[in-house]
């Protein structure tokens, strides 16, 4: 935690009712280790020598416990926390426990013993939460039988404590280590009850990352680090317009330089294979390849968001609707209305993408860091014409993730370039192409129209917006009816309480491919919403909270999150001339979560954010250190895209590619963060990964409001002239 | 042929002089520890120590580094127990920790020259983009790295 950061949270008083009792294999076995032909030790499953448990840990004799970890870590902490949900359950000391990733390919041979792999959406814990603290129990179980049958004495009689069983009258004690074998061979006539918020001991205590320690020395073993004997590596070109294909590459040149091993024609890329990446790289420059730039080489994002703006004059699909929303508008005391825009967003993870593949006669390696393995293996066999079962893929460390590791094309390309290289082969990804060949958050636009009665009271809301679907391109039978709910979060059945109101949504399709980016489709919404719930609130003479809170009176949860951010905020008290502060609310991902900025304008319009306030309602903790660490990391996060976020098309391709032109907040331009723990506990165990991104770029820019009178419409604040005087 | 001092130990590596340093650390003496990010000295994942003094590899060429001390993340102290790395571990700083060698390199640097760096100091030397936002974190882990360094001296 930092320094100037402070924690603090309020548990009262909850009733759990029945929790989901997860079914799981009581058979294990001693764990079989097989050989990687690789230097370095990755974080992937790997050959521990020890007893397994379940597929979930092995046991070695000097007590290490290994736990295995089927979610991707890119940076989020389930590398530490999913370990904790089992070790709170095996009662083993945790100064013995470290974390492996889960092999995918285990989980395809043995029945998907390792259950959803794919990381996303800040689900880790809340959907894997029972059968972890299952697999804990069901060991620590069969650990106190095995002493038990050993020492001839009732199972009752003996406790697991510290990664021992003892029997208390007997004062015999044996180390988990000394019983680990024989646990593994025990079958348990029930599965045990696991325990519920309040019987914790691990849950809810800031225990240190896993991870930490590997990640300051260098020796964490990211996907671009993977070095295998006999490697070469492969710098890639794709084609520069989405839905273009290469139409024919003159190789010689590059293929006479130093180093360069071929060149690989895919269908709409071109690859270098050399004996260093830069050797590669610098071979792919001197191609030029031909493209056929296909239909879309004109399009840019001005023509889309003119196209999309143009339908918002059209009802649309009504996503949802109540009362009279229009007639209630012929009546208002006061109309308001207002557009708005937001941009495509890159995700602009550190590492570039990259995949390292080994396809031999009978078995293909893939080493990658991927928020979805089993995706990877998939795409793998696919791509390799080989079946799933001979893919293994090695999960590396991930140098960020924020939804573009969930999406395999970049494995699918590696894996075509593997066919034709006799090798096994390292690709990996400029900057520049990492973001040209990206897969964007949606841009959208927006149209708003409310009414207040003569007090000043919202009656109506009419809302237009106008987005790409992402669900289309992956699930189409989940838009059959128009809507994409995730395009629609936070806009359509919000909890604020217009008793008169018609969502509408025209569903947008251009050539630029749209994915998940933290925290989806609120960030965008909640962006319009939120400014705009501050122009009606600014428009009726109101405080934007307390606006807030007269819309919120069925969710008493959701005002005590926005009370809590406000009152440490000191939301109220004077502030100098060209200061101001903003205050916006999102629930996604099972949390609520409430920021307020504080930011500083210049005259010549030069915004600097001095302090952001957070709290958050995430039900139940696994680590609250954690949680803290993914708030700020959220916030950082959501500035960079209200500041600088954009990717714009122009000749039908992405305009830019490195960190001179995609600016992102450094540590000079960083606010004092807090975050603020408001638990209601319960069975709520809420997302931490992204709740906190959508909130933070409308409460700057309503703090941008509070203290220039200059209301942000359209993102990012680069473009924006935010002089005053 | 050119001859690199890496960590204390002489290397003879065959590559070509303009190569980036980067590159040459990472692919022809297998020391991953120095990241790519961007390839241009924007992001500063690629920090490293020439003659102690904090670069971005990714723009350095090979040649430029003759006759000079390379240090890399990996020599900083072998064993994590240089200050920074300390201060690290305790503050519990990286996340994804792709840029957090650079981040550590950089942050060496700059207590080599300054024992007590205050805020201002660090917004100044501390450059490197963290996409995870672990900025305030690396902040007060920088100041305890003071602190530690200072007990040590």
């Known amino acids: ?725 | 042929m050119i001859t690199l001092t890496v960590n204390g130990s002489r290397h003879e590596i065959d590559v070509e002089a303009d190569t980036p340093l980067l590159w040459v650390l990472r692919d022809h003496l297998e020391l991953t520890g120095t990241k790519f990010g961007c390839g241009v000295a924007q992001c500063g994942a690629c920090t490293i120590h020439l003659d102690g003094e904090p670069i971005r590899s990714c723009v350095i060429p090979a040649a430029a580094a003759v006759g000079r001390q390379i240090t890399t993340i990996e020599g900083l102290s072998g064993d994590r127990s240089h200050p920074v790395q300390k201060a690290w571990i305790e503050h519990d700083v990286a996340q994804c920790g792709y840029c957090q060698s650079g981040q550590i390199m950089a942050a060496a640097a700059l207590l080599k020259r300054k024992s007590a760096p205050s805020d201002a100091d660090i917004d100044a030397a501390m450059t490197n983009i963290c996409r995870c936002g672990t900025y305030q974190p690396m902040r007060a882990a920088i100041h305890r790295a003071a602190e530690l360094a200072r007990e040590v001296s």
Not at chain 1, 204 to 224: E, N, Q
Not at chain 1, 310 to 330: I, N, P, Q, R, W
Not at chain 1, 528 to 542: C, K, T
């Open chain 1, 1 to 725: 935690m930092g320094a100037e950061s402070k924690l603090t949270s309020s548990l009262p008083g909850f009733t759990r009712r029945g929790f989901v009792k997860a079914t799981l294999s009581a058979t294990g076995g001693l764990a079989l280790g097989f050989h990687l032909p690789v230097l370095a030790a990755g974080p992937w499953a790997g050959d521990v020598e020890g007893a397994e448990i379940n597929a979930w840990l092995v046991i070695e004799e000097d007590d290490t416990v290994t736990i295995r970890v089927a979610q991707s870590d890119m940076g989020q902490g389930v590398f530490t926390a999913m370990p904790m949900l089992v070790a709170e359950e095996l009662e083993c000391d945790w100064k013995h426990v470290r974390a492996e990733y889960a092999s995918a390919n285990r989980s395809l041979r043995e029945d998907r013993v390792y259950r959803r792999m794919g990381t996303g959406g800040s689900r880790a814990v809340s959907y894997s939460r029972p059968y972890l603290q299952q697999a804990g129990a069901s060991a620590r179980e069969r650990l106190i039988a095995a002493a038990a049958e050993e020492w001839g004495v009732p199972a009752s009689e003996c406790q697991a404590r510290g990664s021992r069983v003892s029997h208390e009258a007997s004062g015999r004690s044996k180390r988990y280590g000394e019983l680990a074998a024989a646990a593994a061979r025990i079958e348990l006539d029930a599965e045990p009850e696991i325990r519920k918020p309040g019987e914790y001991q691990l849950l809810g205590t800031s225990l240190p990352r896993l991870d930490v320690p590997a990640k300051v020395d260098g020796s964490a073993v990211y996907g671009i680090d993977v070095r295998i004997p006999g490697m070469v590596y492969a710098a890639i070109a794709v084609c520069p317009v989405w839905e273009g294909r290469l139409k024919a590459v003159d190789a010689s040149a590059a293929s006479a330089m130093r180093g360069v091993k071929q060149v690989v024609k895919l269908d709409d890329a071109v690859a270098v294979v050399a004996d260093s990446y830069w050797r590669a790289k610098k071979a792919l420059e001197a191609l030029a390849p031909e493209w056929d730039l296909g239909e879309h080489a004109d399009a840019s994002s001005e023509a889309f968001a003119s196209r999309f703006r143009a339908a918002l004059s059209d009802k649309g699909t009504v996503a949802e609707e109540a009362g009279d929303a229009y007639g209630a508008l012929e009546t208002a005391a006061k109309v308001i209305e207002a557009d708005y825009s937001a941009p495509y967003l890159a995700h602009l993870a550190l590492e570039p993408v990259n995949c390292t593949v080994h396809i031999q006669a009978d078995r293909v390696d893939v080493w990658t860091g991927s928020q979805n393995p089993e995706s990877v293996l998939t795409v793998t066999a696919e791509e390799s014409d080989r079946p799933p079962e001979q893919v293994h893929v090695h999960s590396c460390h991930l140098g960020g993730g924020f939804g573009r590791r969930s999406r395999p094309d970049f494995v699918a390309r590696a894996v075509a370039i593997a066919r034709r290289v006799d090798a096994p082969v390292q690709v990996i990804y400029s900057r520049e192409e990492d973001t040209r060949s990206g897969h964007f958050r949606p841009m959208a636009e927006f149209r708003f129209r409310a009414g207040l009665d003569a007090e000043g009271a919202p009656v109506a809301l009419v809302n237009r917006s106008a987005t790409h679907s992402i669900l289309a391109g992956l699930r189409p039978e989940a838009v059959a009816n128009g809507i994409d709910q995730s395009s629609l979060s936070w806009l359509a059945n919000s909890p604020y309480a217009f008793a008169h109101r018609s969502i509408e949504h025209h569903l947008q399709r251009t050539h630029v491919p749209v994915w998940f980016w933290r925290a989806v489709g609120a960030t965008q919404n909640a962006f319009a919403l939120e400014s705009f719930l501050d122009e009606m609130a600014h428009a009726a003479g109101h405080c934007p909270w307390q606006f807030r809170r007269s819309l919120l009176a069925e969710r008493p949860d959701m005002i005590r999150v926005l009370d809590a951010a406000a009152e440490k905020a000191g939301w109220g008290s004077a502030l100098p001339t060209g200061r101001g502060r903003g205050i916006a609310l999102v629930e996604g991902f099972g949390s609520i979560c409430a920021q307020v900025a504080e930011v500083e304008v210049s005259r010549s319009g030069e915004v600097a954010v001095k302090r952001v306030v957070s709290a958050l309602d995430c039900g139940n903790t696994v680590n609250p250190q954690t949680i803290d660490e993914q708030v700020q990391s959220s916030v950082v996060y959501g500035l960079s895209a209200a500041f600088w976020g954009k990717v714009e098309i122009r000749d039908g391709r992405a305009r830019y590619g490195n960190f001179d032109r995609h600016r992102v907040l450094k540590m000079a331009e960083t606010p004092a963060m807090e975050t603020h723990l408001v638990l209601s506990g319960g069975d709520k165990w809420g997302g931490v990964g992204e709740p906190a991104v959508p909130p933070v770029v409308p409460a700057v820019c309503n703090a941008i409001f509070a203290a220039t009178g200059k209301r942000i419409r359209a993102l990012p604040l680069a473009d924006q002239d935010l002089s005053w005087s």
